[in-house]
C-alpha cells in the first residue's frame, strides 16, 4: 500500500477530527473543534493558491493518503509562529553573580520567558491514526513539509523550529508539577486543553515576568527541562537527523525541547522534468526520492523510486507520475530521501 501527502481540503475535516481527539497528550495546535478545523482548512488552501512574497498568519495544512483514499495522518507547518499573538517560551541562560570583595564568582542558570520564536516558522500539528503505515507516514509527512518550505521558500521565515512534548512521569508533569502550577493552581491537562481550544497567550500573561533561577526548583522540575516525552524521542532523533538541532528554547508547560534549523542550510534538491519510464531498466541509479509537485493551489509529495536518464530527466513508473497528478516534461522538485526511508510501504 502506497502513500502520498497532499494540501488538505475542507472534506478532510472528519479525517482530521478523529485524529485530533485521539492525540494523547492533546495536542494544542491541532483542536479536536470541526468549525475551527473547517476554518483552518479553508484558509490553507486560499493560502495556497494566493501569491504570498513574505511569511505572515498563513497556515499550511499538509495529510497522508493512502492508495485507497484514507487519510491516515496530518501536519501542519505555521508560517510564523506568532502570526496572530506573541509565541511565549523559556529561554535558558546563564547569569554571573560575582563580588570583588567577597571573592564571589557565581553562574546561575535561568530561564526567562521570550517571545522571539514568534517570527521562526513552526512546523506541528503532526497526528496519525493507528493504521499500520503510521510511522511512513509520520516519515513522509516530515519530508514532506521541509520540500514545501524548499519549494516555497519565501513564503516562510529563515529559522525553522519543532515543539515536542515534555517529559511525563506517572501521568505528572514534573515541570509544570515545580512550575506553572504554583500560578494557575490547575493541574497540566487543564491547562493543555484550554491552550488547545483558544488562544495561548494567557500563559505569557498569568506566568511571572522575572527569570526563574533553576537551583530554587525541586530536582524533578529541574531534570525536565528540555527533556522530550518518551512518545517523541524516535521524533527527536528524525529531526535531528534532518538537521535540527535543540535549542535555548523550551515549553513554558511542560518544559519539553524547541528544535531550529536554518531554512537555507537544510536540503533544497533540484528541479528536474518528469519522463515515465521502466526505473529498472535505468540501471544501478535509481534510488528512493521524494517528488514534490510545483503547481500554486496545490502540493502533492510521495516517496518514489526514480533515476536520471542520459538528458539530466527524473524518471519515474507511470503511476507514480499519476499520482502525483504530474504530466511529462513537467518540472518537479526532486530531494534524496536515503537517509530516512525505509524498504516497505513508502513508494507511491
Known sequence: MSLIARSATPDDVDAIMA??????????NLPADRDRLMQRLASSQAALAASVDRPGDEQ?????????????ATATVKALAG????????????LIHAS????????????????????ASLLCALATTDHGLADSARRLLRAARLALIARFPERFAATLFVALSGYREGGRTPFWDGVGRHFFSRDFDDIHRAASLGSRSFIGEVMPPFPLYLPLLDDHARDAIGRAGDNHLNALTAWQQEGFRLSRHVDMLDGGPLLEASRDHLPHGQWLTVQVGDVSFEGACARPVLIASQRL???RACVVTASLNERGQCVMEADSVRR???????????IPFDRSC?????PC
Open 83 to 94: 502570526g496572530r499573538e506573541a509565541y511565549y517560551t523559556y529561554r535558558q541562560e546563564t
Open 297 to 299: 493551489g496545490s502540493f
Open 342 to 346: 525505509d524498504s516497505e510501504g513508502q
Open 60 to 72: 499550511y495544512v499538509l495529510v497522508a493518503e493512502t492508495e485507497a483514499g484514507e487519510v491516515i
Open 324 to 334: 502525483l497528478a504530474v504530466e511529462i516534461d513537467e518540472p518537479v522538485l526532486v
Open 19 to 28: 485524529m485530533a481527539a485521539m492525540a494523547r497528550p492533546a495536542l494544542t
Open 100 to 119: 570583588q570583595q567577597l571573592d564571589v564568582r557565581r553562574e546561575v542558570d535561568i530561564l526567562s520567558i521570550s517571545h522571539e520564536m514568534s517570527h
